[in-house]
């Protein structure tokens, strides 16, 4: 499960960093494939420069190339390591250089059975208000959760759009509460999998139950698409984290996040950076 789960992030990076080299109009960025996973460079600053799905085929061989692509862009490696990986391959990264930066939690959930209706009012983003949305989402991020581990990661609102827009093939939710926005989330189907990402409730209406309702109005749709499991990555300890168990999310394992360069500024999508 772990190999399906990382092979499908690194699609999902893929994707959306192709996305964003499409919406810049050059082609300063890359997606490399490196040892079963992706390396991936969007934008300076972007969510989606790192190395995702390592650990489940070998050794990266090629890390001396993608090192040096990296540091010709000025950007640090930034690899996200499932602790359920081939160790040797942590020990390898290690060796070269790389440092523990933090760690975050994936959860996962088996669909196929019946899911609570969620409460309130909950349903698809209009395309006309797009950007609105974006920019109400990227404004929400910037006030963090305050419980759990703390993020080692900064983003301007800016680099937050960016990144919303460039999540590729996602399906957008809009959540309203007393008839004003109260927060969104997304979800992307990968191979089966729901990957939950995206979300954020606006600081007035927090602790509101506004995450619960677009949890269980992605968990419907996802099962309702056929997915047999969906995944939410979050901070450790995060409320974000209790509110996916809630609603009947595991811990199914850890990620290292370990960097070599400068410290990172870039995402590893975890949907604890914005409270619920």
């Not at 934008?43 to 001396?64: M, R, T, Y």
């Not at 926005?181 to 600081?203: E, K, L, V, W």
């Not at 007035?204 to 047999?228: F, K, N, S």
Request: charged share 20%; aromatic share 6%.
């Amino acid at each position: 499960m772990a190999r399906r789960i990382e092979h499908a992030e690194a699609r999902f990076v893929a994707a959306c960093s192709s996305s964003a080299r499409v919406r810049l109009g050059d082609d300063a960025g890359f997606v490399r494939p490196l040892a079963g996973g992706v390396a991936s460079f969007a934008e300076a600053d972007s969510p989606f420069n790192k190395v995702a799905g390592l650990g489940f085929a070998g050794l990266p061989e090629d890390l001396d190339e993608v090192e040096a692509a990296f540091a010709e862009l000025g950007s640090p490696v930034q690899v996200e390591l499932s602790h359920l990986a081939d160790p040797v391959v942590g020990a390898f990264l290690t060796a070269r250089g790389y440092r523990l930066e933090s760690y975050e939690n994936v959860l996962g959930r088996r669909l196929g059975g019946p899911v609570e209706a969620a409460g309130g009012e909950v349903r698809p983003c209009r395309d006309d208000e797009l950007e609105a949305w974006l920019a109400a989402i990227a404004d929400a991020s910037m006030v963090t959760d305050t419980e759990g581990l703390p993020s080692h990661e900064d983003f301007s609102p800016g680099i937050i759009v960016n990144a919303l827009r460039d999540m590729a093939g996602v399906r957008r939710y809009t959540a309203e509460r007393n008839g004003e926005f109260a927060g969104g989330a997304s979800f992307r189907i990968t191979d089966g999998i729901a990957q939950f990402a995206g979300a954020a409730t606006m600081p007035a209406h927090r602790r509101r139950g506004v995450q619960t309702a677009l949890l269980r109005t992605r968990l419907a749709a996802a099962t309702a698409a056929g997915c047999d499991v969906a995944i939410v990555t979050t901070l450790p300890g995060s409320k974000s984290q209790q509110n996916a168990q809630r609603q009947g999310f595991d811990l199914l394992y850890a990620r290292a996040i370990l960097v070599k360069g400068t410290s990172a500024t870039s995402s590893s999508g975890a949907e604890s950076r914005q409270a619920s």
